[in-house]
Structures are given as C-alpha cells and as structure tokens.
C-alpha cells in the first residue's frame, strides 16, 4: 500500500547554520494517527512545516500520498488540512465566519462552505458558539475553532502542531475527543511534547530528540524498549540506599521512582514497603518513561 | 470565476474585523481632515478643495500600501497565514483579497470625500469615470509597492515603518493635495513622475481644477500610473515567494 506520508532522510540546515533536521525517514500509513514526541527546539516543527509545504527542505525527500512536496507543492496542498502551533484566531470573526470564510478562499461555493462549516462546528461541540466572536471565547474553544477549520477542509492528510499547548486539563481532553473524531480515514500527523495526549491518540509514536528519531512504533512496542514494564512509587525517600539493590531508582520531590529489575523484584519492593510502613503504588511504565530511558541512554 | 470568488472571500474575512471597530473610521480621516482645516485657514476653499481631490487618492493609495506589509506584522503575532499557505489558496489570490479587503475598508472614506466633491460641485458627474478608474488604480499602485516592500524587505517591522512613511510621504510631500501650480514649471515633470501626483493631477484635470491640462502631461500621467503599477508589481512577483526556504 502506498503510504500516506513518506519521509526519506529529510535535512534541514536553516540560514544561520543550525541543524534542526539530521535526517529524518519514516513512512506513514493511510488512516494512521502518527505522534512526533520530543522537548521544544527537537526539529518537531520544522519536519512539520516542510511536509505542509511551508518549508523547503535542504535535503531528501518528502511525498504526501505519493506526491513530492517539493517539485508539486500546488497538488499536495488540494490534500491537506493544518492547525500551526502558534495559529490565533481572529478575534472580531466568529467560530462560524472563520471556517465558512477558510473554505471559500479554498475555492468551495457558498453552499458547500456553509454545509461543511455547519458540520465541523456540530463534530467538534461548537455549534452553540457559532455567532460568538473568537475573543470572547475561552483559550480552549478558540483552538477549537482551528481544529474545526481545518476538520472543514475533508482533507485526507492533517498536519496538527502542538495542538493542546496552553490549554487546561479539561480543554485539552475535549480537544482529544475532536481528534479522535478527525480519525475516519484520515491520516493524522501530530507533534506534541505532552507524552499522555500521545499516549492517549497515537496508533504509532515517533521519538524525535536532536533533529532526529530515536525511536519509532506502538506504545507497546516502544515500552518493550525499557528493561521493566513497571514502576513503583514509594512516598518516602529516606530508604533510598536500601532499596537501591531492586533496580535503577530516581529521587524526585522527596518520592523514590524504582524501575524493578523483574517482576520478582516487584513482589520484594512491595513487601519491604509494607514492612516498614510506606506508602507503595505499583504503575505501568508510561511513554514519558521510556522517553527519558531512550535520552538517557543516548547521553 | 473560481479565483475571483476566493480573493472575494479573503477580502471580506480580512475586512470584516477592520469593518467592526468604528474608531477606525476616525483614523482615515484625520490626515485628510486636518490637511484640509490648515488648507482652508490659510487659503480657504479654493486650497481646500485640493486637499479633497488628494484625500481621494491618499485614502486607496495608502490602503494599498500598507495591505501586505501590516497582513505580515499581523503573521508575526497571529500565524493564521500558515493555514492559507498549506491550502489550494495561492499567492497571488491570498495578495489580491489582502490588497481588496483594505480597498473594501477605504471605501467609505472614497464614498464620503467624493460625495462632498460632487456635492459642492468641484467635480462634475462628467468626471466620476476617470475618477473612479484613478482611484482604483491607485489603489492598485499602493498594492503593488507594498507587495513590493513586503517582497524586498526581510524585517518585518521595518517593512511597516517604510510603507507607512512612504505612503505619507506619497501623499503629502507632492503636489497631491496642493495645485501642482505651486511647483516651478521644470520640477513639474518629476512632480507627475509620482504616482500619486499622477492620479490627483489626472482627477483634477477631469474636474477643469488644473490648468496643466495639455495632453503629453494627460499621457504622461496616465502612462506613471499603469507603468508604475505593473513595474512594482513585477518586482514583486519576480521575487516573493510562497513558502520559505
């Protein structure tokens, strides 16, 4: 099957000689909801901005549905739909005006434009807000309105920036339901530094550190990278030094996080936590961990 | 059909905002107001009514100028253009509703100073076809310079600095708003190798306001307008570009 998003050792060197691309391959299926992790200054962006065609590489290769990006930029644009990282709304339009005016410059008539805005308002809850203008709409529902405008579009490829940065808890939640709604047989690239919301929405994460991926697959499949599937919480950190022996251990805030070195060594761990009274969780290993474990490991 | 309904669409979602805050109204006035009140002070009416016909090409010609160069200040903050570059929208329809959504702002200030010249009769009915075709190509003009600005100029805030100067320059240093009587008579050539003195000279010369109304200066005139139009806008094409690189 030919894939959705083909990258092929992408580079990019900007003007004043930083490396933000080191060579970046990876391939994308149709459907996939595809999860670029890593800290801000990563390359995330600019890998993103390249494949939007916003960007020209300084080398390799990117095709979006077998077209090249750099020699037919026009015809990859008919194919995507994006929300930039640092996109603000305009405040004096409203939800409604932002989508129907976005479709029209895209080419669509005013029926469609109108039908289509509807729909995305109604797919992503903002339909009571239609007629409100952006600035009176909360952080959270102004993102939404970009999400919604770009949903609009049908495209078959989505290209979303950070799309939850800034937004509270619950924002941020409602903004993974219209995600998860953007699913129906569109491809969804996806950067973030927030490990949980690409836990929570990738079929595959790619781990991006230094302009480069370290990493690439299924939650599951990138925690069977890590040494132990599990991790204990221990609320005192004055045992550390006798609890050293049962794996690799951080202090962090007065708590010990212990990496058992088997699931035998779980059973010890909780028993000697009890023993002496402490409290104890046991937690499967998150993305955030084998994140730090992958870095770790290369510094 | 298709292009012209997208730079439509561009035009009314960039105007509207502009359109909703009425204390904008006052900004586009105020040059042309106090040029007016000085004018008039120092020379009454028959001064005063230059200032009329340069308040008619300053309002399009510096709607023009800054479009582009304040859409680009707006990108620094707002990143809403990224949308439109990753879309079947192109440059030069995202350039053309930029460029008529200022002209769509400017239109009531078109629609009041031209109402005041026919309604005081310095200028006939008979003159209302060349003004109208003035005024939108000096509109076009102001578009094509700031496209060009915008296309020369990598700091983004010191392309709003210059458009903004030169469209006040444009405007105030020649004789735009003042008879071009004024200027000594070898001076006058270059006076009318300015767009802007071009337009106000051509409206005057319509209204039987200016006595330089012998036909090589008509031409001349009208060749400054359409050439500098289309040499800016050259300019401009032959270096922007649609994504960065």
Redesign the interface.
């Known amino acids: 099957m030919q894939p959705a998003i083909l990258l092929d050792d992408v580079r990019k060197t900007y003007k004043g000689g930083a490396n933000a691309l080191r060579g970046v391959s990876a391939s994308i299926q149709p459907g996939e909801i595809f999860c670029l992790v890593g800290p801000n200054g990563a390359g995330k962006t600019t890998l993103l901005r390249i494949v939007g065609t916003q960007l020209e590489p300084t080398s390799g290769s990117v095709s979006i549905l077998g077209i090249d990006v750099v020699r037919k930029p026009k015809e990859v644009r008919q194919h995507l739909g994006i929300v930039p990282q640092e996109a603000i709304t305009d405040p004096e339009l409203s939800a409604f005006e932002h989508i129907y005016y976005y479709l029209r410059a895209r080419g669509q008539s005013r029926r469609g434009a109108r039908e289509s805005a509807e729909r995305a308002l109604h797919l992503v809850g903002l339909w009571d807000h239609r007629g409100t203008m952006a600035v009176r709409l909360s952080g959270g529902l102004r993102r939404r309105i970009l999400i919604a405008m770009a949903i609009s579009t049908e495209a078959e490829i989505m290209l979303l920036d950070e799309p939850t940065t800034g937004l509270d808890p619950l924002a941020r939640r409602q903004v993974w339901h219209d995600l998860a709604a953007l699913k129906s047989g569109r491809t969804v690239l996806l950067t973030t530094h927030s490990m949980d919301e690409a836990e929570a929405l990738a079929d595959r994460v790619a781990i991006f550190h230094e302009g480069r991926i370290i990493a690439v697959g299924t939650v599951p499949q990138l925690r069977g990278k890590l040494p132990n599937r599990h991790k204990i919480y221990i609320e005192d950190g004055t045992h550390g030094a006798a609890l050293q022996r049962f794996g690799r251990m951080e202090e962090v805030a007065g708590k010990v996080v212990l990496y058992p070195e088997s699931d035998l060594a779980i059973d010890e761990v909780v028993h000697f936590a009890l023993t002496e009274n402490l409290p104890v969780s046991v937690l499967p290993t998150s993305l955030e961990d084998i994140y730090i474990h992958l870095i770790k490991e290369r510094t | 059909m298709?292009k012209l309904?997208?730079i439509?669409?561009?035009a009314?979602?960039m105007a509207?905002?502009?359109l909703?805050?009425p204390v904008t109204y006052a900004l586009i006035f105020t040059i042309p107001g106090m040029f007016l009140y000085l004018f008039w002070l120092v020379g009454g009416m028959g001064l005063g009514r230059h200032v009329l016909f340069g308040s008619l090409i300053a309002i399009p010609m510096n709607a023009g100028i800054i479009a582009l160069p304040q859409s680009i200040v707006a990108y620094k903050?707002?990143?809403?253009q990224?949308?439109?570059?990753?879309?079947?929208?192109?440059q030069f329809?995202y350039l053309m509703?930029n460029g008529l959504a200022r002209l769509l702002f400017a239109l009531p200030g078109i629609f009041f100073i031209g109402g005041i010249l026919l309604w005081a009769h310095y200028m006939p009915v008979s003159a209302l076809p060349v003004a109208i075709a003035v005024v939108l190509l000096s509109w076009a003009v102001g578009c094509a310079l700031g496209f060009m600005l915008a296309s020369f100029i990598s700091n983004v805030m010191v392309i709003s600095q210059i458009a903004n100067l030169l469209g006040l320059l444009m405007v105030m240093l020649p004789p735009v708003s003042y008879p071009i009587e004024l200027v000594g008579a070898r001076w006058r050539w270059l006076a009318l190798a300015v767009p802007s003195t071009s337009a106000a000279q051509l409206i005057k010369v319509a209204s039987g306001v200016s006595k330089l109304n012998s036909p090589p200066f008509i031409i001349f005139s009208w060749l400054v307008l359409v050439g500098s139009c289309v040499v800016f806008l050259w300019l401009a094409l032959s270096r922007s570009r649609?994504?960065?690189?």
Request: hydrophobic share 40%; aromatic share 12%.
């Open positions: 298709r309904s997208q439509f669409a561009i009314q979602m509207l905002p502009q909703r805050s903050f707002r990143k809403l990224d949308m439109y570059v990753a879309s079947p929208v192109n329809i509703g649609w994504r960065e690189c």
